[in-house]
Nanobody, 126 residues
Framework: QVQLVESGGGLVQAGGSLRLSCAAS????????MGWFRQAPGKDREFVAR????????SYAASVSGRFTISRDNAKNTVYLQMNSLKPEDTAVYYC???????????????????WGQGTQVTVSS
């Protein structure tokens, strides 16, 4: 089992940047595929990005591709989401997620992930 704690959210102006972090507990962090999802008020939770256990494979939602970058540091048990050129429509609670299952390349559903953090709020003002 793994526990996840997100940090780094906040209020930023459109065009600005934020870096989210997700710290994981447990000695087997490097065996988990990790993902970021987000949920805006009144909307379903949606996929943002994911990274394989080794960091060698990443995939992104079309809405963030080219602006967001997911990365991980297995020595620090941490996964990151660098968000650049932020837009008001990026406003949401951002969640970190983990799964020990294999993932295909592409967009993912929340149900494919087993463990979740509590979320961190990102607000982008226009």
């Amino acid at each position: 089992q793994v526990q996840l704690v997100e940090s780094g959210g906040g209020l930023v102006q459109a065009g600005g940047s934020l870096r989210l972090s997700c710290a994981a507990s447990g000695r087997t962090f490097s065996s988990y595929n990790m993902g970021w999802f987000r949920q805006a008020p009144g909307k379903d939770r949606e996929f943002v990005a994911r990274i394989s256990w080794s960091g060698g494979t990443t995939s992104y939602a079309a809405s963030v591709s080219g602006r967001f970058t997911i990365s991980r540091d297995n020595a620090k048990n941490t996964v990151y989401l660098q968000m650049n050129s932020l837009k008001p429509e990026d406003t949401a609670v951002y969640y970190c997620a983990a799964t020990s299952s294999s993932l295909r390349v592409g967009v993912h559903r929340p149900g494919e992930f087993d463990y979740w953090g509590q979320g961190t709020q990102v607000t982008v003002s226009s």
